[in-house]
C-alpha cells in the first residue's frame, strides 16, 4: 500500500517535498516512480529510482527542479520539487515495481506493480 502526502496550494517559484509511504511490503526491494496527471491529460512519467544503488531518472520537463530519493529505513520515497510552474499543476502519484531489476529506473507506467491515491499539486502563477 502507497500512501502520497505533501501536495497543495504554491505559488510560481515556490518548492514542496512529496512523501510516498509504504506500507506492506518489502519497500527496499521496490523501484519507485513518481507521476503526475494534469486534467483532461494523460498520466505522465515525472521521476523514477531504482531500488539499488539508487540510479534516478526525470523526464526532461523537471530540468533540474525536481529530485526524487528514497528512504529505505522510513519506506519512504521523496520528491522535492522546486521553481513550481503553473503548468506543474496535477495530481501526483507514486507507483512501486517489485521484483525488478536492482539498477534499473522504470518510466513506463504499465511496468509497476502498486499505486497510490495520487496528491494534488496546484501552482498559481
Known amino acids: 500500500q502507497l500512501a502520497e502526502s505533501g501536495g497543495g496550494l504554491v505559488q510560481a517559484g515556490d518548492s514542496l517535498r512529496l512523501s510516498c509511504a509504504s506500507s506492506g511490503g518489502t519497500f527496499s526491494t521496490y523501484a519507485m516512480g513518481w507521476f503526475r496527471q494534469a486534467p483532461g491529460q494523460e498520466r505522465e512519467f515525472v521521476a523514477g529510482i531504482s531500488s539499488s544503488g539508487p540510479r534516478t531518472y526525470y523526464a526532461k520537463f523537471v530540468k533540474d527542479r525536481f529530485t526524487i530519493s528514497r528512504d529505505n529505513d522510513k519506506n519512504t520515497v521523496y520528491l522535492q520539487m522546486t521553481s513550481l510552474k503553473p503548468e506543474d499543476t496535477a495530481v501526483y502519484y507514486c507507483?512501486?515495481?517489485?521484483?525488478?531489476?536492482?539498477?534499473?529506473?522504470?518510466?513506463?507506467?504499465?511496468?509497476?506493480?502498486?499505486w497510490g491515491q495520487g496528491t494534488q499539486v496546484t501552482v498559481s502563477s
Open positions: 507507483a512501486a515495481k517489485d521484483l525488478g531489476y536492482y539498477y534499473y529506473v522504470y518510466e513506463n507506467e504499465n511496468e509497476y506493480d502498486y
